[in-house]
């Protein structure tokens, strides 16, 4: 019986243990690090038979996935204002986490992420921040900007997660690293995030002072097919059209209708200033001379 109880306790320490470092994807608990056993955040959806539980279909695409999957975590494309360095540590179960970091106050990293393209409507954004030892004054944040602004998280100041002895070798307690997301309004080529600490650290008891990031992923959610740009992901959210199909509304289709007239990739019912209706072809073309009408 007693070692039935002591067993019983072990497999409640791991499941603990593992529903407080679940990947960020996930909705409550987890079975393991990667195996979420409730749900997914949108975006990602729940396969309780997957491997990994949480998936995207072809409406989205992971552009960015830097986790504690491997032996060190991907610190390509970051830059920072100290020297870039990546460290790992283990909890009671043991699971191992690996992390960019440990930083300290008034440090930051940084990443842009380009090329993305500009047919989607929505960036989804997960991580994971690991805040060590006690501290007073500070602010912890996450600032994701593209061309149109900036969006700021602050993020949870009331984690106190001290390491046994140094961040080698380490093991990690309870509360050490916590989840978040954030959904983006989004079409821009780029994506930049900056994780930053900045202010004064004061101890109170413990000489650790530090944080990191565990896990980054960028879910980019897409257009429809027929839209070249989109506000959402049907077909009936299209802002601009593919070449050869025209905008009439907010769909994109192949021939204008008969009482309207394609002009800049749009139908329109009259032509505007500098172009004129001809009639071989019930286009609107560009006036002689530059002419008003």
């Not at 072990?10 to 470092?21: E, K, V």
């Not at 106050?105 to 090329?115: I, R």
């Not at 930049?192 to 600490?197: A, G, Y």
């Amino acid at each position: 019986p007693k070692t039935s109880l002591i067993v019983a306790i072990c497999f409640i320490l791991i499941q603990i243990s593992h529903s407080l470092y679940c990947m960020p994807y996930c909705s409550g608990a987890c079975l393991t690090s990667t195996k979420c056993s409730t749900g997914c955040i949108s975006p990602f959806s729940y396969q309780s038979t997957a491997a990994n539980t949480c998936y995207v279909d072809n409406s989205t695409i992971v552009i960015n996935d830097d986790n504690n999957l491997s032996t060190a975590f991907a610190a390509s494309g970051y830059s920072s204002n100290t020297a870039l360095t990546t460290s790992s540590c283990a909890d009671l179960t043991p699971q191992t986490y690996y992390y960019l970091g440990p930083y300290v106050a008034n440090n930051y990293v940084f990443k842009t992420l380009s090329g993305i393209g500009t047919n989607h409507y929505r960036i989804n954004v997960f991580w994971s921040i690991g805040i060590f030892g006690t501290w007073s004054g500070q602010q912890l944040s996450a600032i994701f900007t593209d061309g149109n602004g900036a969006v700021t998280q602050l993020l949870n100041q009331g984690q106190n997660c001290v390491p046994y002895a140094t961040f080698t070798s380490c093991v990690l307690l309870t509360g050490c690293f916590n989840n978040y997301n954030l959904q983006i309004t989004h079409s821009t080529d780029s994506l930049s995030f900056n994780f930053s600490s900045m202010g004064s650290a004061m101890s109170t008891s413990s000489s650790i002072q530090a944080w990191g990031v565990k896990d980054l992923y960028v879910v980019v959610s897409l257009c429809n097919i027929t839209c070249l740009t989109c506000s959402g992901p049907t077909s009936t959210n299209c802002l601009t059209c593919p070449l050869g199909t025209y905008l009439q509304g907010s769909v994109c289709i192949l021939l204008c209708p008969f009482y309207t007239m394609p002009s800049s990739r749009l139908c329109v019912t009259s032509c505007p200033a500098y172009y004129y209706v001809n009639t071989l072809n019930n286009y609107c073309e560009i006036c002689p001379n530059n002419c008003q009408t």
